[in-house]
């Protein structure tokens, strides 16, 4: 059973489950033997202020030096879970639900920030729309927010069931996808360091894109928790990128910044697999027979 609206009482053990920190409970660890994963979740942190700045300085080295040691744990992760086709949805998560980012128009984003809905003129609810967890990825994609139509990047949260949901109503394919819902597995970016036309392509690590249509996006419409406007931090972190010492600049930004975990969404085994979030999808991007090629040539 999922996570939906209309929940049995397994369905609330295990999503309970999908929820708790690794570290919680026995129950906790039940899970992690269920999906037959190991993945540490980082506990979230912050930077105390400081009234001396070389304190502050220390500190931001500190951090720096914490989320370097986090990405290289999170490497060794990826490569022993790329072995079985496995991919890792990671993003900023709580108790009360998981975040996306999209890039708007002003128009369009000014009505959502106000109306803390979509909607308005300009909006239409039923078109093909893309949500994206990773914060470097709708970076990479809006330009830090430079480009035509992409001018305000918007943080939207939905409940954990709602966003398993949607996922329960999605394909794991590229080219033409699901007819409704689809999920893209793409390179992942960056956050830390880039060259101020984008954040740094990550060859090993791949970030979840899921595309929406139809009644699944009216259904994300209708679900939407909350919404709020980080164009601004995507500038700071643009301005930071090309800093002459960026890590540096970036290290002073890390407590504004999102801590995006390992997230395991509330889905039943054989959507996660199917999704490529469970052992057993099959290669992530599988090549076309020689029959297609022809269809399509």
Not at 64 to 70: G, I, K
Not at 163 to 187: F, I, M, Y
Not at 221 to 235: F, M, P, Y
Not at 247 to 254: D, G, N, R, T
Request: aromatic share 6%; proline share 5%.
């Amino acid at each position: 059973k999922n996570c939906g609206p209309s929940l049995t009482s397994s369905a609330l053990i295990r999503s309970a489950f999908c929820l708790m920190d690794p570290a919680d409970s026995d129950a906790a660890r039940l899970t992690t033997a269920e999906t037959s994963l190991n993945i540490p979740v980082d506990s979230e942190w912050s930077l105390s202020s400081s009234s001396s700045s070389h304190e502050a300085a220390q500190e931001a080295q500190a951090a720096q030096q914490d989320m370097q040691e986090l990405h290289a744990v999170e490497e060794h992760d990826h490569a022993v879970l790329a072995g079985d086709g496995v991919q890792v949805f990671r993003g900023q998560w709580d108790d009360e639900g998981v975040y996306f980012y999209q890039a708007y128009n002003d128009e369009i984003a000014e009505w959502a920030v106000q109306h803390q809905q979509f909607g308005g003129p300009q909006f239409n609810p039923t078109r093909m729309t893309w949500i994206k967890p990773s914060f470097a990825w709708v970076l990479y994609r809006s330009g830090y927010a430079r480009k035509h139509n992409q001018t305000r990047i918007l943080r939207v949260k939905l409940s954990h069931i709602s966003a398993a949901e949607l996922l329960n109503h999605c394909q794991c394919r590229t080219g033409g996808g699901g007819s409704k819902g689809r999920v893209q597995w793409d390179p992942e970016r960056d956050l830390m360091s880039g060259d101020g036309r984008a954040p740094r392509e990550m060859l090993r690590r791949r970030a979840i894109q899921i595309g929406l249509k139809g009644s699944l996006s009216e259904f994300y419409v209708k679900s939407v928790i909350a919404i709020e406007d980080v164009t601004e931090l995507a500038h700071r972190v643009q301005a930071a990128h090309t800093a002459a010492d960026s890590k540096m600049a970036m290290s002073q930004l890390l407590p504004e910044l999102p801590v995006e975990r390992p997230y395991m969404p509330c889905c039943a085994a054989p959507v996660l697999t199917r999704l490529r979030m469970l052992p057993g999808g099959g290669p992530l991007h599988e090549r076309r027979s020689k029959k297609h090629k022809k269809q399509r040539s």
